[in-house]
């Protein structure tokens, strides 16, 4: 057995050593152990003590063994097992300097020969596959006789792509007939027409990204209403007139379900002007069994007189509510003239941005035929104009103008027209808008314009500026990786904003944003939740979670896995940061597979591992291909 130094001296065999020698099958010499032994390299951890006159004594208390080699005293130290009885001073020497040879290139013969054998390069991981988005959410459907309007929410997981669109897709209930798509776009609300009454139609709906289809939502059905009369007439108006004809047009009917068989448009002979008496009677006039046909004539009327006309539209159901009653005039004679001044509108509702106008049908005189339409101007600028064209029809009998300046002076004229052409305009009315305010609450639109793994883009609309212009739009966001409510980010004078900095994937951002004008800013818009994409191998909420509660203590952790796992290869450092750090199987491997890089291509330069050039050669040709794998973006990872 080998005996430290420090033992004490022997000067016979003890039994271990006995055994060491019966162990090996040696005879021994209690007189001679060289010579009994025959070979002393390494059979025997000790000589005895008896060799003879051999056994002298050295320095420092130390035995030095002497034995006689080829006729030649040769010094052992009793810890010396590679002389032996047939050795020399040549092959001596070349022991001692293959020795030094041997464990000088040790360092290096295990960075450049064992340990790439033991622990071999390899690429790094790319994600396994693509993931499309995940499921949207039917979150309303309502509907009348025809019409069904279906509204979602996009899905929890957008996946490894941008959304590009939602397919939404119907069929009827109880009916052999398939899915089939019924709209596509990148909105989520979706209203569906022509549908039959009394109908239960079947809706789903799914995600389409830059990755694929995502799976279809769960699905909702709905039953139209029962077919009804159609809806009251709106819009009757007149188009032309003579002294014997009075021309009829109105809006499109709406027919509840069952499709309008005939327009009905009855007429009676006014007996008192713009009074329609009990009793009155109606007669029809004319009728119109092409829906598509929204106009008709009343002839072999007499002239110069005032007749009273409704409308209704009739189905298979039955007859709809009248319009209301249409008061109009034949010409008194062949050639009229266009109409006189008419009255001024009249306004109210005056705020800060907006202003509303009325006016009547009344002018000093028409010129003797039916007017058709009023026309209505307006003017920033004070009666000096330029005027602009605000409206020009003959049902409508007011109008609001929205998002006026503030404090602004606005002008306002009206005229008539008949068949012959317009009137004069009537005299000018000015009203100034009110001192300017704050703008109004801005409306985060629920599917950003963009959105990646590291990115995303918002936009917002709003309705009222306050009377100023805009001078900039505060947009506010959360920091996830700081635990820092929101806080500003932008000021902007566009109605968008994309982030700044990169964010980490797979995780909820907070965004709201409020408007400013030269007099104040506005109250915030409600805060809208966007969630980035979950690309790469550590782009889940389970990862992202552990990046930021190991910030601080990640690093070491993962060099202790790479040192303690060096010579056992890929798998254990793996399985070493799953367990002491707390990352997922495929993340580990990013980290892992980094490790092996800088092993395989930054020797050198790490041979003292905490220098610069090792952590610049790691950064330079190992971290690219890390911050791929992983999807997380490079200011995410420990320092």
Wanted: neutral net charge; glycine residues 6%; contains cysteine.
């Amino acid at each position: 057995n080998k005996m430290d130094e420090t033992s004490p001296l022997i000067t016979t065999f003890t039994d271990n050593c006995v055994e060491d020698i019966v162990d090996r099958d040696v005879e021994y010499d209690n007189d001679n152990c060289c010579n009994g032994i025959g070979n002393c390299n390494n059979d025997v951890g000790v000589h005895d003590g008896r060799c003879g006159e051999n056994t002298k004594t050295a320095m420092a208390g130390r035995k030095i063994n002497w034995v006689d080699c080829d006729g030649e005293e040769k010094r052992h130290r009793k810890n010396c097992y590679s002389c032996s009885c047939s050795c020399s001073r040549k092959s001596w020497m070349i022991g001692i300097v293959t020795t030094i040879l041997v464990g000088g290139s040790l360092v290096p013969l295990t960075l450049f020969v064992i340990l790439p054998n033991l622990h071999p390069y390899h690429p790094i991981p790319t994600p396994s596959s693509q993931h499309p988005p995940g499921k949207p959410n039917i979150t309303r459907v309502s509907s009348s006789t025809t019409f069904c309007t279906i509204e979602w929410s996009p899905p929890n997981k957008i996946g490894s792509g941008s959304i590009l669109s939602y397919e939404l897709e119907m069929r009827v209930e109880n009916e052999t007939t398939s899915y089939h798509p019924v709209f596509n776009q990148l909105a989520l609300t979706a209203s569906i027409g022509s549908l039959n009454t009394s109908t239960t139609y079947c809706f789903h709906v799914r995600a389409n990204s830059t990755v694929g289809f995502g799976n279809f939502s769960s699905t909702i059905c709905n039953t139209t209403k029962e077919a009804s009369p159609p809806n009251k007439m709106q819009h009757l108006h007149p188009t032309n007139a003579s002294q014997t004809s009075l021309s009829i047009a109105w809006g499109l009917p709406e027919c509840n379900g069952d499709a309008c068989r005939i327009i009905e448009i009855e007429a009676s002979e006014s007996l008192l002007l713009s009074q329609t008496l009990p009793g009155q009677t109606f007669k029809q006039v004319c009728n119109s069994s092409a829906v598509e046909n929204l106009s008709c004539v009343a002839t072999r009327l007499t002239k110069d007189t005032h007749y009273l006309f409704r409308a209704r539209a009739i189905n298979s159901i039955g007859p709809g509510a009248y319009s209301n009653v249409l008061e109009l005039h034949t010409d008194a004679s062949a050639s009229p003239s266009t109409p006189s001044m008419c009255e001024s509108p009249s306004l109210s509702n005056i705020s800060s941005t907006s202003i509303r106008i009325n006016w009547s049908h009344s002018c000093n005189d028409d010129g003797g035929s039916q007017l058709l339409l009023f026309e209505g101007q307006a003017s920033k600028n004070g009666t000096a104009g330029p005027f602009r064209t605000i409206m020009s029809n003959f049902s409508t009998l007011e109008t609001q103008l929205q998002n006026l300046s503030a404090n602004t002076s606005f002008c306002f004229q009206m005229r008539g027209a008949n068949r012959v052409g317009p009137g004069p305009w009537s005299s000018v009315v000015c009203a100034s808008t009110n001192t300017a305010s704050c703008p109004s609450i801005p409306t985060i639109l629920p599917i950003p314009l963009y959105v990646n793994g590291t990115s995303i883009r918002i936009q917002w609309s709003l309705s009222n500026d306050g009377g100023l212009p805009i001078t900039q739009y505060q947009v506010q966001q959360d920091n996830w990786w700081n635990n820092q409510p929101l806080q500003t980010v932008a000021n902007t004078t566009n109605a968008s904003f994309a982030t700044l900095t990169p964010l980490f994937p797979s995780v909820a951002y907070n965004f709201r944003v409020r408007a400013c004008n030269d007099k104040c800013c506005g109250n915030f818009s409600e805060v809208v939740k966007f969630r980035t994409l979950s690309v790469g191998n550590c782009a889940n909420n389970a990862d992202a979670e552990t990046y930021k509660k190991t910030k601080t203590s990640m690093k070491p952790d993962i060099q202790a896995c790479l040192i303690g796992c060096i010579v056992r290869g890929q798998s254990c450092v793996v399985d070493c940061i799953e367990s002491k750090v707390g990352l997922s199987h495929n993340c580990a491997m990013c980290w892992a597979a980094e490790g092996a890089c800088t092993l395989a291509k930054c020797v050198a330069p790490c041979l003292a591992p905490t220098s610069s050039k090792c952590a610049q050669c790691s950064e330079d040709k190992c971290f690219p291909d890390c911050v791929a794998c992983s999807g997380v973006p490079r200011q995410y990872f420990p320092p």
